[in-house]
């Protein structure tokens, strides 16, 4: 009889340190991997849009802000239209990451405001961001998304937003403009306004 060896699951482990080691070296502190970190720009000539910039912070159950926090975005440029797709916008991304301040746990991403896109059934998503959080203490990377709180009439025919049964919970998923430019997306782990997260 032959004997099979069997590898057993090694045990999860939380992100740690090494995340920004591996993804953001040059905010690590380590030169000559890469001329600036990958995804540190998303806007890389004259795009086309309103160029917006996108702040907050990721909070934690009790309130804390986390600080060692890493974040990506994609989302379509501001026609809708995603970089693999013919005619986009040649000067933007789409694709942005970002580690959150080590002081104050803030972070910011600046980008356009991003075009209405296509669902799979024809309807036309409101402007959205896709994010991913990934943090020590979070073993599997978090998934939302950013939609944006002056957009009434697209997020009210919005495919997603629609299917979400408790309604009082969609403010978690607006960003609200501030002025200038900014808007502001606070992302909450746990607690009383828990952002809602996707399992895409």
């Given at each position: 009889m032959q004997r099979i060896a069997r590898l057993k699951e090694s045990p999860s482990q939380t992100a740690g340190p090494y995340v920004h080691i591996g993804m953001l070296p040059n905010f690590a502190g380590i030169?000559?991997?890469?001329?600036?970190?990958?995804?540190?720009?998303?806007?890389?000539g004259e795009a086309k849009g309103e160029r917006i910039t996108i702040r907050g912070r990721v909070f934690d159950g009790v309130g804390a802000a986390l600080k060692d926090v890493l974040l990506e975005v994609w989302q379509a440029d501001a026609q809708g239209l995603f970089p693999s797709q013919e005619g986009a916008d040649p000067a933007f991304t789409g694709w942005g990451r970002q580690a959150a301040d080590m002081d104050t746990g803030e972070f910011a991403f600046e980008t356009v405001k991003p075009g209405p896109v296509p669902f799979r059934d024809g309807r036309l998503?409101?402007?959205?961001?896709?994010l991913w959080i990934v943090a020590r203490g979070?073993?599997?990377?978090?998934?939302?998304?950013?939609?944006?709180?002056?957009?009434?009439?697209?997020?009210?025919?919005?495919?997603?937003?629609?299917?979400?049964?408790?309604?009082?919970?969609?403010?978690?998923?607006?960003?609200?403009?501030?002025?200038?430019?900014?808007?502001?997306?606070?992302?909450?782990?746990?607690?009383e306004n828990e952002t809602i997260f996707f399992d895409f």
């Open positions: 030169d000559g991997v890469f001329d600036e970190d990958l995804g540190a720009r998303m806007i890389v998503m409101a402007p959205h961001v896709s979070i073993n599997l990377g978090l998934q939302t998304r950013i939609y944006f709180a002056d957009e009434d009439e697209a997020n009210a025919s919005d495919p997603i937003l629609s299917r979400i049964e408790h309604r009082d919970r969609i403010p978690t998923l607006l960003a609200e403009p501030k002025g200038d430019g900014t808007y502001r997306f606070d992302i909450r782990l746990q607690g």
